[in-house]
């Protein structure tokens, strides 16, 4: 798999004009490497589990099999004790993936892989490197006083749209790892954060058609809920589950996972 398959268009554009900023990566890598990767991998060996074919056997073996089909080297896997289902993914050079103990105990294994492949869809596009200088602008604005929330105002928007956007790209790589239904039921679990979801899979799916459907019946109705996520570093979940569903119509989706059926068949 290819970053360029599963981007998002407004990622892809983004991530185009990052890199034609000069030293933009230069300053990206450097923060990262001296700052906030080394000081994530101490916290994480510090205060998280990490999972090893010894202690979390089958957790392992799924990010293996899910790395297998991204095509990239097996980063390193923590469990992180919360009641709240979530997870991250950090790091350029030596990327790590953080999953909570709540998304471990209420995932199946096939759900479990969706929400690894999600994270291995950020490492594959290299978003945490470009998330570095978001990062960098909140953190030094909040700690230090030097940055303008006026100045910066329309970059940290930017950014943030930027970073929605990301989070597409990345449910992409999930569907194309596990298929859509259990993306779906994924999502479900995660908008819920229940253990066990019933019904109808594509329940958001249909809740996000009827959410276009109000959020589009007035300008008002549309700069309300505009402004409502312009700060939002997530999409809302019932956006992420029909832009999935839509993507997964195309033929892009369908010949990636022609291929993925091929290799594991191999």
Known sequence: MEARQIMHPSDAKTIQVFRSLKGFDLIASIAMRYGY????????????????????PEVAKALHDVVTLVGIETPLLFIYNSPQMNAYTFGNESPFIAVSSSMVEKMDLQELRCILAHECGHILCQHSLYLTILHIMEEAGDLFGLLSDTVFLPCLIAL????????????????VVVGEETFQRAMLKLTSGLSEVQGDPYQLVRQAVEYEKFRDESLWDRLQQAGRIAFNTHPQMC???????????????????????KEVVL
């Not at 080394?38 to 979390?56: A, P, Q, S």
């Not at 970073?163 to 569907?175: G, H, T, V, W, Y």
């Not at 992420?240 to 119509?249: D, N, P």
């Open 160 to 175: 943030r749209y930027w970073s929605r956007s990301s989070e597409l790209s990345a449910d992409r790589c999930a569907a």
């Open 239 to 261: 956006e992420r589950a029909l832009e999935a569903h839509r993507w997964c119509k195309s033929w892009q989706y369908r010949q990636l996972t022609a291929n993925r059926q």
């Open 37 to 56: 990767e080394r000081l994530y991998r101490g916290e994480n060996l510090g205060e998280l589990i990490k999972v090893t074919d010894e202690n979390f």
